[in-house]
């Protein structure tokens, strides 16, 4: 069962460069998420998906962008990345948004900015 | 703006205690979560809470959750060593599909 799936597991990238992070999932969610994990702080919502084609914005969404084109893949951009966008980003994806439906998690990318 | 706190931020105890873990958030919420994470590992789902007064427990751990103080614990009972792991707890806006996560409680627990 591969669940939800990250690629790359890590990147460094140089400022500037503009990288894609790609998350697939094969359980049929129609919900799915990114994050990004910082040193001692929890999950913070980048933008999420409720379904193919559509996408919104989270709590920190500046400085990246989504796309959805396909149900199962859920695509993070990084136009022009800055240090401060080194973090340990983390997909999830749920069946619906709510109720008793948990997000299931990726193992995460790691990306650090030089 | 919802807001969620958990304390301790960090504890180390020894096996065969108990011990609770607090989530407090600041505005009324339909759901909260309670999930583990393993270091440089993803995160695994551990319960779902979704009204006053729901328990849930599984092994040694056991979540609560009390709506009217706003209030969830993770109460560990004679901790054993595979429990060390990050704790974090995530709560829902009402009728919203986002997340407010805390920012976790590292658990060590020593042998």
């Known amino acids: 069962n591969a669940g939800v799936t990250q690629t790359p597991k890590f990147r460094v990238l140089k400022t500037g460069q503009s990288m894609t992070l790609l998350c697939a999932q094969d359980?049929?969610?129609?919900?799915m998420y990114w994050y990004r994990q910082d040193p001692g702080m929890g999950l913070r919502l980048i933008h999420y998906?409720?379904?193919?084609?559509?996408?919104a914005k989270g709590e920190v969404p500046d400085g990246y962008n989504v796309s959805r084109l396909k149900k199962q893949n859920f695509l993070l951009g990084l136009e022009s990345a800055a240090p401060s966008q080194t973090s340990v980003y983390f997909c999830?994806?749920?069946?619906?948004?709510?109720?008793?439906?948990?997000?299931?998690f990726g193992d995460g990318t790691r990306l650090s900015i030089l | 703006e919802l807001k969620v706190e958990q304390n301790p931020l960090f504890l180390s105890m020894q096996e065969g205690k108990n011990y609770t873990i607090y989530c407090n958030y600041s505005?009324?919420?339909?759901?909260l979560y309670w999930y583990r994470q393993d270091p440089g590992k993803s995160l695994e789902s551990l319960f779902v809470l979704l009204s006053n007064g729901a328990v849930k427990q599984e092994g040694r751990l056991m979540a609560s959750l009390d709506t009217k103080a706003r209030l969830s614990t993770l109460h560990i009972t004679a901790a054993v060593h595979d429990l060390s792991a990050t704790y974090f707890c995530a709560v829902a806006l009402w009728g919203n599909y986002q997340l407010i996560w805390g920012a976790g409680t590292k658990l060590i627990i020593k042998p």
């Open positions: 505005t009324t919420s339909d759901r």
């Open positions: 999830a994806s749920s069946a619906t948004g709510g109720e008793n439906q948990p997000q299931h």
């Open positions: 998906s409720v379904g193919e084609g559509t996408t």
């Open positions: 359980m049929n969610h129609e919900y």
